[in-house]
């Protein structure tokens, strides 16, 4: 199992250019997350999705677009980067229903590190 | 004030040394997560815990929900335990099973 890949590692992004963090998953994970990672604060969701063809904002969406089409596949969209898009971009997967009973644990992503210059 | 508080931010010792960091939050939890991060490295995962101890290795880890409170030690710790650690919770509903973070504790182990 390669649990949770994300890529790119690393990339520099101009002011105003696009890019997709991509984020697959292989453990048929029904809950999928998009967190950012900036320095001495604790990591904020920026979206999530509970299954394919459904995806809600977290606490930081601004700038940022998602799309859930298949269970693997978990996309984070920049549309028009801007400097305070620099961060580290983690994407973490779970599987279980959620709610108080909701027992399981999370996998995470290697991590993609961006720079909006 | 944060919803997730660790303490210590930084912790330096000495190889051998038992080490412990906490956890305190303020809000109702469904479950709470131990977490291990590498200079420039991914994320992994310790511990969940909903009561109780768990014991994995050199690391133990225990929660006082009454006290909303968590414990992570780390016995005759070791320079590759060197990470920053980082405390985060499931609320009790309506969160989706979103996790919210500790801000981390800064861990180094000199040989």
């Known amino acids: 199992n390669a649990g949770v890949t994300q890529t790119p590692k690393f990339r520099i992004l101009k002011i105003g250019q696009s890019m997709t963090l991509q984020c697959t998953q292989d453990?048929?994970?029904?809950?999928m997350y998009w967190y950012r990672q900036d320095p001495g604060m604790g990591l904020k969701l920026i979206y999530y999705s509970v299954g394919a063809g459904i995806t809600d904002k977290g606490e930081v969406p601004n700038g940022y677009n998602v799309s859930r089409s298949t269970t693997e596949d978990f996309p984070l969209r920049l549309e028009l980067a801007a400097p305070s898009q620099t961060s580290v971009y983690f994407c973490?997967?779970?599987?279980?229903?959620?709610?108080?009973?909701?027992?399981?644990?999370?996998?995470f992503g290697s991590g993609t590190r961006l720079t909006v210059v | 004030k944060n919803e997730v508080e660790q303490s210590p931010q930084n912790l330096t010792a000495q190889e051998g040394e038992f080490i412990t960091i906490n956890c305190s939050y303020s809000?109702?939890?469904?479950?709470l997560h131990w977490l291990q991060q590498h200079p420039g490295g991914g994320i992994v995962s310790l511990f969940m815990l909903s009561s109780g101890k768990k014991k994995h290795g050199r690391l133990i880890a225990t929660i006082n929900i009454q006290e909303k409170h968590s414990s992570l030690h780390i016995t005759a710790s070791h320079p590759r335990d060197s990470a920053v650690y980082i405390c985060a919770v499931n609320l009790n509903v309506g969160s989706q099973g979103n996790l919210i973070f500790g801000k981390g504790t800064k861990l180094s182990v000199k040989p």
């Open positions: 973490a997967s779970r599987n279980g229903g959620g709610g108080p009973k909701d027992r399981y644990g999370y996998t």
């Open positions: 453990m048929n994970h029904n809950y």
């Open positions: 809000v109702g939890i469904s479950a």
